[in-house]
């Protein structure tokens, strides 16, 4: 999946969460250090809002029940 990043809200150093729209949909990114495969903090440093990324993930619910993606790769 894709899109433009809409909003990014750090929950600690280790979780962020990333809102994507695209083909008019919006999707939540429940990112931690723990799933992704890769350089974590570099990344979620160069991240910014209005970027586009490429993410490969699994679905899942957060703690409130909000639908959201684990990505484990991020371009």
């Known amino acids: 999946?894709?899109?433009r990043v809409i909003n990014i809200r750090e929950q600690s150093k280790n979780?962020?969460?990333i809102d994507l729209e695209g083909d008019s949909s919006?999707?939540?990114l429940f990112w931690n250090a723990?799933?992704?495969k890769g350089d974590f903090s570099a990344l979620k440093?160069?991240?910014k809002r209005?970027?586009?990324l490429g993410v490969v993930g699994a679905p899942g619910k957060t703690k409130?029940?909000?639908l959201s993606v684990?990505?484990?790769?991020?371009?």
């Open 70 to 75: 684990r990505p484990t790769t991020i371009e």
């Open 64 to 66: 409130t029940g909000e």
């Open 1 to 3: 999946m894709s899109g």
């Open 15 to 17: 979780l962020v969460f």
């Open 45 to 47: 440093d160069s991240i």
């Open 34 to 36: 723990a799933s992704f």
């Open 26 to 28: 919006k999707v939540q």
């Open 50 to 52: 209005g970027d586009i």
